[in-house]
């Protein structure tokens, strides 16, 4: 009787959690950020933590991208190239003596577009985008690769204000905590893109869009939505959303070498599927992933301040991902 | 060819000598297929024998490779579904009428949301969208626990009533049921023609595809029946029992 209630209430408690998809993502956070807080030292501490938040930022913009994308039923593995290509094209034309400004929004057309090109091959082709994007991750590493002439690009002058603008420290809050913080700007950048993206998908018409192209392509179809257009524009949104960390990440390294990104892509899968992203579609947030991709900067600094090597880190994050996906699956299933 | 149903008005749609190919195959060789106002035709046919690809010509997913298609006296190309949509026709699929993640609201609304805003920046209005939905169903006879609930949690026969009404809200002129019946429980089947009648009684015209003869009987004021990609003939229910129908189907029977 008590047992049948409990059960009862088990599986009530389940379907309210399966409202939230980003629900295991929270969760495994909070389950991961106390087991730091106990048995790695210097883990509660704003270097910390700031860490986290700050290199978080730049691969969670590309999370964002991945995520729309992988709700709207595609796949990008291409974005870790593009993310290449940004910084390169960003530093080689400064260094041909374009203006930053000018040459970042170069560089920003150019991921946008090789964006709309892994999207142009999907629609068109219809080839399955974990392909085509697979051939493109080559290619524009090939890209990367050649326009860098196989070598590291740098920008050599003094920091114009663009490059404090997009990622620059935020030493006035910094200095505040002992030892000194590494807070910056490219937070507040990520913060703005993700609220923003956030409402793009759960209170725009695009966003209604990408949730029933990937839930439904022929359903959606059939209600007269443009589900070709609405997955070019979701693969271009993600070429620009590369770009934007690419050039965030640059602004504040000033360099980039020809293996930058390599093997962002699966991070951003990763992250995407532990916030709650189906790799069928149709379901998901910004939110989730967002929480995804911190939880995963979390266990690499956690792991690196426990002293574990870091090369632990890979197999435990696969762990990590694989507790998610088995997590999430039990809580949409439908009995 | 038989063009006068009941009433001598336009039909609404005439689809004329209808041939599509699909490289070598021919999946249409010249069909014509009326639908007149107010009328429940059921079209009939064995797998492939081109049901669904006829239905796809005049919804504007497959373009004709030859043949006219008039919409109310208008001859009209319907070149993509949203432009059959412009003209009043909906089609409610059995799989693809509905997206199971997304809620009622947003399945109503899909393709067709109610947004606010200013200028460029517009969202979607819930709140809106969600009472709209709520009354236009309950006009209906469907009552939901709430418009928020994903469709996946539905019954079945729920989920093609919920395409039915959204069909009616927005002004469809002529409704297309892709088999609405297959799969589902005697109560809930029992719904879906009560509800297909109910949109016939508000002046919709209905094309309802089944395999279930008796299922089509129940409803239907005239049949048309295609075997192979032909014309087998068009049938009004005095002229036919059931077994008549399945025989021409089947072409165990010719006319």
Redo the contacts between chains.
């Keep these: 009787m008590s047992a049948d209630s409990l059960t009862a209430n088990l599986t009530r408690f389940r379907y309210r959690l399966a409202q939230f998809p980003e629900a295991v993502a929270l969760i495994s956070f909070l389950i991961v950020a106390l087991i730091f807080s106990f048995s790695a030292e210097h883990f509660l501490t704003s270097v910390a933590i700031s860490n986290i938040l700050s290199f978080g930022s730049v691969q969670g913009l590309i999370v964002i991208g991945v995520a729309i994308l992988m709700i709207a039923g595609e796949f990008d593995l291409s974005v870790g190239s593009i993310f290449a290509v940004a910084s390169f094209v960003w530093a080689l034309s400064m260094n041909a003596g374009l203006a930053p400004l000018p040459a970042m929004l170069f560089a920003l057309l150019v991921s946008a577009t090789l964006g709309l090109i892994n999207g142009l091959i999907v629609v068109r082709t219809g080839i399955p985008s974990f392909i085509a994007t697979l051939g493109t991750m080559l290619a524009y590493r090939g890209i990367a690769r050649g326009i860098g002439g196989g070598d590291f690009a740098k920008y050599t002058e003094s920091t114009p204000f663009l490059f404090t603008f997009l990622n620059g420290s935020l030493t006035k809050l910094n200095v505040l905590f002992t030892p000194v913080a590494n807070f910056r700007l490219s937070i507040l950048w990520f913060v703005l893109v993700a609220v923003l993206m956030s409402?793009l998908l759960r209170?725009?018409?695009f966003?209604?869009?990408v949730?029933?192209t990937g839930?439904?392509p022929?359903?959606?179809?059939?209600?007269?939505?443009?589900v070709r257009r609405v997955k070019l524009l979701a693969f271009t949104l993600t070429g620009l959303l590369t770009g934007l960390a690419s050039v965030m990440q640059f602004a504040h390294r000033t360099s980039v070498d020809p293996l930058r990104g390599e093997g962002w892509e699966l991070i951003a899968v990763a992250a995407s599927v532990i916030g709650g992203v189906h790799l069928t579609g149709?379901?998901g947030s910004v939110v989730g992933p967002v929480i995804g991709i911190l939880l995963l900067q979390m266990l690499e600094q956690g792991l690196v301040l426990m002293g574990v090597s870091v090369q632990i880190f890979r197999a435990v994050a696969g762990a990590i991902l694989m507790l998610s996906v088995i997590l999430n699956t039990y809580l949409s299933r439908?009995d | 060819m038989s063009m006068s149903g009941n009433g001598g008005d336009t039909p609404v749609v005439y689809m004329e000598d209808i041939v599509k190919r699909f490289g070598t195959i021919t999946a249409l060789d010249g069909v014509d297929f009326t639908v007149n106002q107010r009328e429940v035709v059921g079209l009939l046919g064995d797998n492939g024998a081109g049901k669904s690809t006829l239905i796809k010509v005049l919804?504007g997913?497959h373009t004709p490779t030859k043949g006219q298609i008039y919409f109310e006296g208008q001859k009209v190309d319907i070149p993509s579904?949203?432009v059959a949509?412009a003209l009043g026709i909906e089609?409610c699929?059995q799989?693809?009428?509905?997206?199971?993640?997304?809620s009622v609201t947003?399945n109503f609304f899909?393709?067709?949301?109610v947004?606010r805003g200013f200028g460029p920046v517009?969202?979607?209005d819930?709140p809106e969208m969600d009472q709209q939905a709520r009354e236009a169903l309950k006009d209906i006879g469907i009552h939901l626990r709430s418009p928020r609930e994903k469709v996946?949690?539905l019954s079945g026969g729920e989920r093609q009533s919920i395409a039915i009404g959204r069909a009616r809200y927005f002004g469809a002129k002529l409704l297309i049921l892709d088999e609405p019946t297959s799969a589902l429980s005697v109560g809930e089947t029992h719904k879906v023609l009560t509800y297909t009648l109910n949109a016939k009684e508000r002046g919709l015209s209905v094309i309802f595809i089944s395999h279930n003869v008796g299922h089509v009987y129940q409803v239907a004021d005239r049949f048309t029946i295609i075997r192979r990609g032909h014309l087998v003939g068009n049938y009004t229910r005095d002229e036919v029992t059931e077994n008549d129908i399945a025989d021409l189907i089947t072409g165990e029977r010719e006319k």
């Design positions: 409402f209170r725009t018409r966003g209604n869009w949730f029933a839930g439904n022929g359903a959606a179809l059939a209600q007269g939505v443009p149709g379901v439908s | 919804t997913v579904p949203q949509r089609t699929y799989d693809l009428a509905l997206i199971p993640l997304m947003r899909l393709g067709r949301e947004t517009t969202w979607l819930m996946g949690k």
